[in-house]
T-cell receptor, first 111, second 118 residues
Framework: AQSVAQPEDQVNVAEGNPLTVKCTYSVSGNPYLFWYVQYPNRGLQFLLKYITGDNLVKGSYGFEAEFNKSQTSFHLKKPSALVSDSALYFCAVYSWGKLQFGAGTQVVVTP | GAVVSQHPSRVICKSGTSVKIECRSLDFQATTMFWYRQFPKQSLMLMATSNEGSKATYEQGVEKDKFLINHASLTLSTLTVTSAHPEDSSFYIC??????????????FGPGTRLTVT
């Protein structure tokens, strides 16, 4: 079965510091991977995706993610976090016509 | 572009009544729409997938007679929670997938509907 795992329930980071949210995947074949962000009581907003091509994918709001096939990872990164980045982040894999989501990682950025 | 709306954003209903939630793709055509349920601080649980003009496909464990889904057009899908009970209280999110093009795998999400059953 295709799946993604987000090992951290919460990530705390000070504003201005680098932010990393981890995601590992388990798929057969080529993975189609996504990151979404959710603010309180809102739907999900698309950040970026990896389908094929460069391993480093750049997305919205200054986020990027690196696809690492040998480590089966697709970690989300931002060089300098903002307080407004505090939200719930979901990694997802596209499988059988549907998105399978990870459990989510709560990011808390403190001033 | 790629905006999905949901209506209502919040609804409170009495136990035993039915509630309809609308999901619309505003600026694109969506052959496929998805309905998710989310509990507080948890991930999204896919309830069903609907394709325009055909019956919805429900995930295992989701009662199709309780959660009625209609995908009447390429821009509208509705979820009706029938005979609602307090345990149906949740955050319901719809999502739409563009009909064609290179963004085929992307799904765009609505803002969600908070259902409270009293």
């Amino acid at each position: 079965a295709q799946s993604v795992a987000q090992p951290e329930d919460q990530v705390n980071v000070a504003e201005g510091n680098p932010l990393t949210v981890k995601c590992t995947y388990s798929v057969s074949g080529n993975p189609y991977l996504f990151w979404y962000v959710q603010y309180p009581n809102r739907g999900l907003q698309f950040l970026l995706k990896y389908i094929t091509g460069d391993n480093l994918v750049k997305g919205s709001y200054g986020f990027e993610a690196e696809f690492n096939k040998s480590q089966t990872s697709f970690h989300l990164k931002k060089p300098s976090a903002l307080v407004s980045d505090s939200a719930l982040y979901f990694c997802a894999v596209y499988s059988w016509g549907k998105l399978q989501f990870g459990a989510g990682t709560q990011v808390v950025v403190t001033p | 572009g790629a905006v999905v709306s949901q209506h209502p954003s919040r609804v409170i209903c009495k136990s035993g009544t039915s509630v309809k939630i609308e999901c619309r793709s505003l600026d694109f055509q969506a052959t496929t729409m998805f309905w998710y349920r989310q509990f507080p601080k948890q991930s999204l649980m896919l309830m069903a997938t609907s394709n325009e003009g055909s019956k919805a496909t429900y995930e295992q464990g989701v009662e199709k007679d309780k959660f009625l889904i209609n995908h009447a057009s390429l821009t509208l899908s509705t979820l009706t929670v029938t005979s609602a009970h307090p345990e149906d209280s949740s955050f319901y999110i719809c999502s739409a997938r563009v009909a064609s093009g290179t963004a085929t795998y992307e799904q765009y999400f609505g803002p969600g509907t908070r259902l409270t059953v009293t």
